[in-house]
C-alpha cells in the first residue's frame, strides 16, 4: 500500500471501484439467466428482471435429445481430452522441466507455433482427413484436435508448476530409507498435484469453451458439443424464436465454468500468470 | 495460451553429473527425455503439421465438394481469386479493425482494471473471483447474451436506442457490438497477465517516486509502465493473435452479415456454405500466413524487449 491512511472516503472510492467491476463481470451473464426464466409471452419485453417467472425452458431443453446428448457430448469430449492432454502433458513438461536433451528448444518451439495457430487453418484438411479415415463427427474427431490446441498451454504451465517442486526432496526420501517408488508416491505427487490440477481445469474450460472445430467436424447428434447444439436450436415452432432454449442451454454450460471459478479461483490465477512474467 | 512466454520458463543448464558417467547417463537421460517427450510430439505432428502440409496441397486444387470428380491441379489459381475479390479485403480489413480497436481498449481497461485488483483495500477476492467469469464463460454464451441484449424489444440495451434501429444489421453498429463482446471477455485475462507484471514493481521504487515528487499519473508513466513492458509485449502478443482469429462472437451475433465478417467466417462460409474446399483452403493459409507476419513483426520490431529475451537475461 502507498503511504496514505485507509480513511472512510477512500474505502468508499474503493467500493465504488469495485462494484463497478462485479457489475462489469456480471451483467451479460445475469442477463442471459434472467432470459431463462422469461416466459414465452414476457421473454420480449425487454425487462432486465422476468416479470413473470417460469422454469419451462430449463424442462424444454432437457426434454429433447438434441440438448441432452449434446451435453453428454461436451462433458465426455471435455473430460476425456483434458485427461489425456493433461496425462501427455505432464511427461513432456517434466522433461523440458528436469532432463537434458537435444531438441528441447525446438519441442519449444512447436508448441509455442501451436499456441499462436489459427484454429481454421486446419479445418479445411482435417474436415477432409477425417471424413476419408471415418473420424468425422465422432468423440475422438473432435479429442484430437483438442488435445493438441490444449498441449501448449498444458505443457507451459505444468513445467512452469515443476519447476517449483523441491526435488532434492526426493533424495532425501531415499536416503531416509524409502524405495524410489515411495520417494515419488509420498513426496513428488503430493507437490506435483496442485500445478496438474490448475492445468487439468485450464484446460477442461479450453475444450468446453470450443465452438469452430465443434460446428465444423460433427454433423450429428453423436458427437455435437452444446456451444454447436445451441447455434442450431430453432424454436418448437417456426413462429417461434428458440431465445428461451437458447438462454437456457447457455446457463447450463454456463454452471460449470462458475464452479470452478467459486471453488479455484486461486489456482486459476496462478495457472493463467505462472511465470508469464516473472522469467 | 500462455505459450507466448515458453523460452523464458524452461531451465537450460545441465544438471550435476558424476564426470565419469555423465555420457552414460546423459544417454539414459536423452532416452528417457525421448520417451517422455514422444506423444506429445506425435499427437502435435500429426494434427497439426500433417493437416497444414495438406492445407496448402488442397489450396492448389480446384476442389469443390458437390463436384469431386472435377477436382484438379490450378497452381496458385485459387490464391489470385482471393486476393483480387472484394470479399477477402473486406474481410481482412474488418478481422484487422477488431483487432486494432479491441486490442488498445483491452489493453487500457485490462490496465486499469489490473490497477485496481492490485490496489484495492477491499474485496480482493470477490474482485478476483468475479472477473475469471468472462475469461472462463463459453464465448458462444456469451455472444448469445449479447445478441439478444441489442435485439430490439427482446434485449434491455437495444431499448436504450432510438425507435426502430437494429444495430446488429448495420455494419458499424455490428461491429462496435462485436468488438464490446470481445472486449468483455478477454479484458480479465489481459488485466490477470497484467497483474503479475504489476506484482513485479517493488513498493519501495513507488514510494521513493512519491517522496520525490511525482504524481499518480507520473507514478504510472514514468515508474510503473516501463517496468512493466515485459508482461505488457506478453499481453499484446497474445490478445493481438487470438483477436486475428475472431470467430465465434461474430458467427453468433451477425453470421457475418452486412460487412462483418472476418477472415476466419470467410474461411468458414466458403468450407460449409460453398463447399469450396480449395478456395477454403485457400483463405485458411493467407490466414495462417498473416498471423505468421503479425508474429514475426512483434518479435522483431521489440528486439531485445520481445517477450523471453528479457527474461532469460535474468
Known amino acids: 500500500m502507498m503511504a496514505v491512511a485507509d480513511t472512510p472516503a477512500r474505502k468508499a472510492g474503493w467500493s465504488v471501484l469495485n462494484i463497478v467491476v462485479i457489475l462489469y463481470a456480471l451483467v451479460p451473464v445475469l442477463w442471459i439467466t434472467s432470459l431463462s426464466f422469461k416466459t414465452t409471452a414476457t421473454v420480449t419485453d425487454g425487462n432486465f428482471v422476468p416479470r413473470e417467472w417460469t422454469v419451462a425452458n430449463y424442462q424444454g431443453i432437457f426434454a429433447t435429445s438434441e440438448f441432452t446428448r449434446a451435453l453428454g457430448n461436451s462433458i465426455g469430449i471435455a473430460l476425456i481430452a483434458t485427461t489425456l492432454a493433461v496425462v501427455i502433458g505432464t511427461m513432456a513438461a517434466y522433461a523440458i522441466a528436469r532432463l537434458t536433451f537435444p531438441g528441447k528448444k525446438l519441442l519449444i518451439g512447436v508448441s509455442l507455433l501451436i499456441a499462436m495457430f489459427p484454429q481454421i487453418s486446419l479445418v479445411s484438411p482435417l474436415f477432409e482427413i477425417e471424413r476419408a479415415i471415418g473420424l468425422f463427427d465422432t468423440w475422438p474427431g473432435l479429442i484430437l484436435p483438442y488435445i493438441t490446441f490444449s498441449l501448449p498451454l498444458a505443457i507451459y504451465t505444468l513445467s512452469a508448476f515443476f519447476r517449483e517442486i523441491p526435488w532434492e526432496l526426493e533424495k532425501a526420501a531415499k536416503m531416509d530409507g524409502a524405495t524410489p517408488a515411495q520417494a515419488f508416491r509420498s513426496v513428488i505427487v503430493p507437490l506435483a498435484a496442485p500445478g496438474v490440477f490448475t492445468t487439468a481445469i485450464l484446460v477442461f474450460i479450453f475444450c468446453w469453451n470450443d465452438f469452430l472445430f465443434a460446428i465444423s467436424l460433427t454433423s450429428t447428434e453423436a458427437s455435437r458439443t452444446v456451444p454447436a447444439a445451441i447455434s442450431n436450436f430453432t424454436g418448437s415452432s417456426q413462429f417461434e424464436e428458440p431465445t428461451g432454449s437458447i438462454a437456457a442451454a447457455a446457463v447450463v454450460i454456463t454452471i460449470p465454468i462458475i464452479v470452478f471459478v467459486l471453488l479455484f479461483q486461486r489456482r486459476i490465477v496462478a495457472g493463467l500468470t505462472s511465470g508469464a512474467v516473472k522469467g | ?314
Not at chain 2, 552414460?24 to 499427437?43: D, F, K, N, S, T
Open chain 2, 1 to 314: 495460451m500462455t505459450t507466448t512466454e515458453v523460452p523464458a520458463r524452461f531451465p537450460v543448464d545441465t544438471p550435476d553429473t558424476d564426470g565419469k558417467r555423465r555420457s552414460e547417463g546423459a544417454r539414459a537421460e536423452r532416452r528417457l527425455a525421448a520417451m517422455l517427450c514422444a506423444p506429445a510430439v506425435i499427437v502435435m505432428v500429426a494434427v497439426t503439421a500433417y493437416p497444414i502440409g495438406y492445407a496448402i496441397w488442397l489450396s492448389l486444387l480446384r476442389y469443390d465438394l458437390r463436384f469431386p470428380e472435377q477436382s484438379q491441379f490450378v497452381g496458385l489459381d485459387n490464391y489470385v481469386a482471393v486476393l483480387t475479390d472484394q470479399y477477402w479485403w473486406s474481410a481482412f480489413t474488418v478481422t484487422i479493425a477488431i483487432t486494432v480497436i479491441s486490442v488498445a481498449i483491452e489493453l487500457v481497461l485490462g490496465l486499469a482494471l489490473a490497477l485496481v485488483m492490485h490496489r484495492t483495500i477491499m474485496g480482493r477476492g470477490t474482485v478476483r473471483t468475479v472477473v475469471l467469469i468472462p475469461y472462463g464463460i463459453v464465448t458462444v454464451a456469451a455472444a448469445f447474451s449479447w445478441q439478444y441484449a441489442w435485439t430490439p424489444e427482446t434485449g434491455y440495451l437495444a431499448g436504450l436506442l432510438p425507435d426502430g434501429s437494429a444495430p446488429l444489421t448495420e455494419q458499424i453498429p455490428a461491429l462496435a457490438i462485436v468488438v464490446l463482446a470481445e472486449v468483455w471477455k478477454t479484458t480479465p485475462f489481459m488485466a490477470l497477465l497484467l497483474l503479475a507484471g504489476l506484482a513485479l514493481v517493488p513498493d519501495d521504487l513507488l514510494r521513493a517516486a512519491q517522496v520525490d515528487g511525482a504524481g499518480p499519473w507520473q507514478r504510472l508513466t514514468k515508474v510503473i509502465l516501463p517496468m512493466m513492458k515485459p508482461a505488457i509485449l506478453v499481453a499484446l502478443l497474445f490478445r493481438t493473435l487470438d483477436a486475428f482469429r475472431v470467430f465465434d462472437n461474430i458467427y453468433v451475433l451477425t453470421r457475418g452479415n452486412n460487412g462483418t465478417g472476418s477472415v476466419s467466417i470467410l474461411g468458414y462460409d466458403n468450407l460449409f456454405g460453398a463447399f469450396n474446399l480449395g478456395i477454403g483452403s485457400a483463405i485458411s493459409i493467407l490466414t495462417f500466413v498473416c498471423v505468421a507476419i503479425i508474429a514475426f513483426l512483434f518479435v522483431k520490431g521489440f528486439g531485445a524487449a520481445a517477450p523471453g529475451a528479457d527474461a532469460e537475461r535474468r
